[in-house]
């Protein structure tokens, strides 16, 4: 419901999943012209139309000055180390040392509004039990001020925080939250503090509630009957990792860290490896704790517009009950891996399922991946800055050199490895090639080699001056724009400045580029691109032994083998125990599973800081739009345009409705998408025109956009071509996407071929790592036509059609071809086409030609097309044949965990309407009784549910979950809570507050006007919005019974379940719910 008023349609995510991943952002450089990691966040938004810019001229407000250094030192302890404007962000930035603990502080001033902090901690460790994993997750569960089960969940539930979260590194941990509410960022930050520094979970005075928190969230044996056969391993961290390592992308990684770093804390997985996860011991668990989780051992990062001074005053109240802790200090110091002598080869294996499916025996596929250890220590910036620039010259896109030779060879189906990864203390360059055929050794062979000679060849032939020019103007583009998404600015230059500083180096040195960026585009013209870039690659990857390549081959016997491993471990005890032992067993099970249940007093509640409904905006905020129409060729364009400051660059949507794509070319979409800029035009190769792409724009991308619309059965459908330029260049960028309109080269086979291989691995990848998008996917299917369009696009259905594909181009490329021909000339025509663009109002008025140019150089409607009106009809919401049966399935692929799904629909299978109370619901519904359930007793990493406001779809999901039958069952108990709920006055209220958080989320410019479009595609008015605002604000508890008993009877009427599980969770589930009747199919 709240991405529907914020007009944002994206796959749904686990609410409150504590993301432990690590190497979250890649390098500045590549971070956003690649597209950097982005979270779901959730905020109040302040000034609609002022963009916080790092061009220096935007920075106009006034900047918070720097607190008088005699005050700062006598008043709260802290000393400067450094002090210095960093004129790429507008920023004052001052280092502190606390004189008593040695703690640093970064304290960013600026204008943004969108305040951030965090707590860095060096965590490293010996052996891969998962310690700094399990006490990320633990810290916040209760701590001295906030003693109570859940402060992070409530949170969720209570604040306005635009990102809330805490990251496991392999060597450091960070807690960072942000809000654009000044009293509620600082509710975040003493939470978060007194969680760091005084959790519950290691209280050995009440070390059962203190023990419960390390079992709940690390591991636990859990034994529910007395039947010793029934003993298993619990833990949310423990799953979380079972769910890791049933990725294969995720398995190479770790094993490509490992064989680089075999003597270091990078030689094993902090994160931990579910084999070793229950070696852990409580006691170890509480050493970690006091070993690194120290003042002395921290750094702290405020970032924003607020009081300077009032920074040193919250941290120098935790600091003062401190003093100097030199060991922590010597003991968390990451150590540095002696450089090899010569290369090394490492083989290592995957779990595969063994194909039923004859056809499909010998199609295993192995991964070979290439590595290197590039440096003895953090790059100095000269060197990060040049090996950034070589590294987004060799993968950056599609048409790259090494990425393009590894591709053309035929060897793999698509790319590995990351390229350049430098937030370690030694970076690191990775590459290679999945989808390799594992019974050829030759062909493993032939992949380091080719990696290898490519590199020779560059190193000795150079790069293009386009290529280069591409290059710099792309990453020039991404530094400058500094688009970081939903992801709070401050925190990406946080975690940037952490890639030195952790390890004692300068903080301000990764913040800063300007004068290096100038002085590298020097040293290019004096030494020539191809002296430059040829020492570089000779120097840190021919001539380097420090070399490992990795061969990663299919194992069908080897999940087999490691659940025999957790069931010998588990023999052990179960061999030992005695009657008492097993009723011993049996209790605290109980005792653990009731106080999970349990929910804290609604007085002990109190204890969360949270705002006032006072302090939240009655009025909804609007988004400036003014809409314009073009005629042109007797059909009328709708020119949407939103007034908002950017720095002259123009952002722009040219969506094109699919009114007239035949259903059976439905599964294409996501391919020709890919095509308009991937294969090239008739004028230019592809790596020809990625590089025009690169010297003119910001970038440019295709997809499909669909969605339900209220009421009606006709679904939204468009192709939306997106892209940026700067406003000098905005005639090229229509040009470019002119161009590949009307010229793009459909007919090339090799470049074809290699894009579906390309795809295929992508989603054999995306269903194990992400499949409850696909179970919920494949249930919307059964229920509406933009749905079921969907699932024909990116779900299940369309992976088994592109492996159908992959043959049909061998068999039958004129067809193939013909039909992209077909979609060419359905998509692109003015009838049903609209614009939406976003800049300040005199660069649209500057660009008005342009854009009416553009328009004119399209065909009024459709034609050369002899299409039947059944194979139109999906768009009009009538052809019931695009939908899947309703029915309940089981989808089987090589997992250790399971995605469950459950779907049911309440404006078709009950009276209920739409109302603004029902987000406030679902948020509710998730973060207690799907969060206490799923995730805290059951073990999922994450449980949730949504609900659809323009379908009415309602849908539970779960994520790396060990259960599946139980989790059904939490799923249908959820009614019974709605309707039961009782709900005090303070509850209801920060229920709300943080609904109203969710839906004014914090938006850059380029999201505003995006934003602004959906809404206007989805035909959300903003009196439509205010409504919902003002039913939000006036949320009962009656609402909540209601909505009880209306979804009661939506699960009773019909509701179907869907889960991606493995065969044996899958014979263990239809044996439980007999009463579904699974229909289970064999995926992967």
């Known amino acids: ?21 690590s190497m979250l952002l890649w390098n500045a450089l590549r971070g956003q012209a690649r597209g950097a990691t982005s979270v779901a966040c959730r905020a109040s938004a302040g000034n609609k139309n002022k963009a916080f810019s790092t061009a220096v001229d935007e920075v106009s407000q006034v900047i918070p000055e720097a607190v008088d250094p005699a005050v700062a030192k006598t008043k709260f302890g802290f000393e400067v180390v450094k002090e210095e404007f960093v004129k790429e962000y507008g920023s004052n930035c001052v280092l502190y040392r606390h004189q008593a603990t040695g703690a640093e502080l970064m304290s960013v001033h600026n204008s943004d509004e969108n305040k951030t902090f965090g707590a860095v901690f060096r965590t490293p460790v010996e052996n891969s039990t998962g310690i700094p994993h399990i006490l990320e997750h633990s810290v916040l569960c209760g701590s001295r001020k906030y003693p109570i089960k859940e402060p992070f969940v409530e ?55 203190g023990k419960q928190v390390f079992e709940q969230e690390g591991w636990h044996y859990e034994l529910e009957q007395p039947d010793p056969s029934q ?74 517009d607020d009081d300077p001074e009032t920074r040193l005053e919250i941290l120098s109240n935790y600091l003062k009950d401190f003093e100097a802790n030199q060991a922590a200090v010597e003991k968390s110091k990451v150590l540095t891996q002696q450089k090899f002598s010569e290369p090394r080869t490492v083989t290592d294996y995957y779990a595969v399922s063994e194909s039923e499916d004859p056809s499909q025996a010998g199609q295993q596929k192995a991964y070979v991946n290439v590595n290197w250890v590039l440096e003895d220590d953090v790059f100095d910036v000269e060197t990060q800055l040049a090996f950034g620039f070589l590294d987004f010259i060799l993968l950056g896109t599609s048409g790259s050199p090494l990425r393009k030779a590894l591709i053309d060879s035929g060897l793999g189906e698509a790319v590995c490895g990351g390229g350049l990864e430098d937030e370690l203390r030694q970076p690191t360059f990775s590459i290679g090639l999945k ?47 500094n688009n970081t998404g939903s992801f709070p600015r401050g925190l990406s230059l946080m975690l940037r400045s952490m890639t030195g500083w952790i390890y004692d180096k300068d903080p301000f040195e990764p913040l800063k580029w300007e004068d290096q960026l100038e002085a590298f585009k020097g040293k290019l013209k004096e030494q020539t691109p191809t002296k430059l870039f040829g020492d570089l690659i000779r120097k840190y990857l021919i001539d380097n032994p420090h070399r490992v390549t990795v061969n990663l081959l299919p194992n069908t016997t080897l999940q087999a083998e490691m659940d025999q491993e957790e069931q010998s471990k588990l023999d052990v005890l179960r061999k ?14 109980q005792e653990l599973k009731t106080h999970q249940e349990t929910p804290d007093p609604a007085e002990a509640l109190k204890c969360i800081p949270t705002l006032d409904l006072s302090d939240i905006p009655k009025e909804s905020q609007k988004i400036p739009t003014a809409i314009r129409k073009v005629s042109s060729g007797g059909e009328e364009v709708e020119v949407l345009g939103h007034d908002i400051f950017t720095n002259d660059v123009v952002y722009s949507e040219f969506a094109f409705d699919m009114s007239s ?64 330029a700067t406003k000098d260049k905005f005639g090229d960028y229509c040009e470019i996407v002119e161009d590949i309109i009307g010229n793009v080269q459909l007919n090339n086979k090799d470049r074809f071929k290699q894009m579906v291989f390309e795809t295929i691995a992508g989603q054999e ?69 609209l614009v939406n663009l976003t800049a300040d109002e005199n660069t649209l008025s500057s660009i008005d030609d342009q854009v009416n140019g553009f328009i004119d150089s399209l065909p009024a409607s459709a034609s050369g097309l002899s299409l039947g009106e059944d194979s139109v009809a999906w768009y009009q919401g009538k052809d019931s044949g695009l939908l899947l049966p309703k029915q309940n399935e089981l989808l089987v692929v090589p997992t250790q965990v399971n995605y469950v799904a459950k779907c049911t629909n309440l404006y ?39 609900f659809d406001n323009t379908s009415g779809m309602f849908s539970f999901m779960s994520y790396r979950d060990p259960n599946l039958s139980k989790t059904i069952d939490n799923y249908d108990g959820s009614t019974a809570f709605l309707k039961d709920l009782s709900l005090d006055k303070d509850e209801l209220t920060k229920s709300i507050i943080a609904t109203i958080g969710d839906i004014d989320s914090y938006q850059l410019p380029d999201s505003k006007g995006y934003t602004a479009f959906m809404r206007h595609l989805l035909k959300v008015s903003d009196e439509e919005r205010q409504e919902r605002r003002d039913q939000i604000l006036s949320t009962s508890l009656e609402d909540f019974h209601n909505f009880g008993d209306a979804l009661q009877s939506a699960m009773e009427s019909s509701s179907q379940v869907c889960a991606v599980t493995s065969k044996d969770m899958a014979k263990q589930a239809e044996e439980e719910k007999k009463d579904l009747g699974f229909d289970t199919k064999q995926i992967l």
């Open 765 to 833: 990848a995306s269903l194990v790592g992400r499949g409850h998008t696909y179970a919920a996917g494949r249930l919307g299917a059964q229920r509406d036509m933009a749905s079921a369009a969907s699932e024909r696009m990116g779900g299940v259905s369309n992976y088994v059609a592109m492996k159908e594909l992959a043959e049909k181009i061998e068999s039958d490329w004129d067809q193939v071809h013909q039909d992209l021909q077909t979609l060419r000339n359905a998509i692109f025509k003015k009838k049903g086409m």
């Open 231 to 304: 003993l298993s391993f619990k833990g949310v961290v423990f799953n979380e990792m079972k769910g890791v390592y049933s990725s294969p992308d995720s398995v190479l990684g770790r094993v490509c860290q490992q064989a680089l770093f075999p003597d270091i804390t990078y030689g094993v997985d902090s994160g931990g490896d579910p084999r070793d996860i229950p070696d852990l011991t409580y006691d170890e668990f509480c050493q970690f704790h006091a070993n690194f989780y120290h003042p002395s051992n921290t750094r702290f990062w405020f970032y924003g």
């Open 908 to 946: 078709t299978d009950t009276d209920y309407e739409a109302h603004g109370s029902s987000i406030v619901i679902g948020k509710y519904l998730s973060t207690t009784w799907l969060w206490d359930r799923v995730r805290v007793v059951g073990g999922a990493y994450g449980g949730f549910c949504s």
């Open 576 to 589: 030992s125990m005695t009657e008492d032992d097993i009723s011993e067993l049996m209790k605290k099970t």
């Open 1 to 21: 419901g709240a991405e529907e008023e914020r007009g944002t349609r994206g796959p749904s995510q686990a609410v409150g999943s504590r993301n432990s991943s």
């Open 435 to 481: 989808g390799v055929d594992a019974s050829d050794e030759e062909s493993l062979k032939k992949v380091e080699k080719l990696v290898l000679d490519t590199l020779s060849s560059l190193a000795k032939d150079g790069f293009s001056d386009s290529s280069i020019e591409a290059a710099m103007n792309t990453i020039e583009f991404s530094l400058r724009e």
């Open 661 to 724: 794509v035949p259903k059976n070319l439905l599964y294409l979409i996501p391919l020709f998408c890919r095509a308009l800029t991937e294969m090239g035009t008739k004028n230019e190769n592809f790596v020809e025109l990625t590089e025009r792409i690169g010297r003119k724009t910001g970038g440019v991308s295709a997809y499909s956009f669909t969605s339900p619309l209220k009421g009606e059965e006709k679904p939204c459908a468009y192709i939306i071509i997106r892209g940026k």
């Open 155 to 209: 949170l969720m539930k209570s604040s306005l925080n635009t990102f809330l979260n805490a990251f496991t590194y392999p060597d450091r941990t960070c807690y960072p939250v942000a809000s654009c509410n000044t009293r509620d960022f600082y509710n975040l930050v003493d939470v978060y503090l007194d969680a760091c520094f005084y959790p519950r979970c290691i209280e050995k005075k009440d070390s059962a509630s």
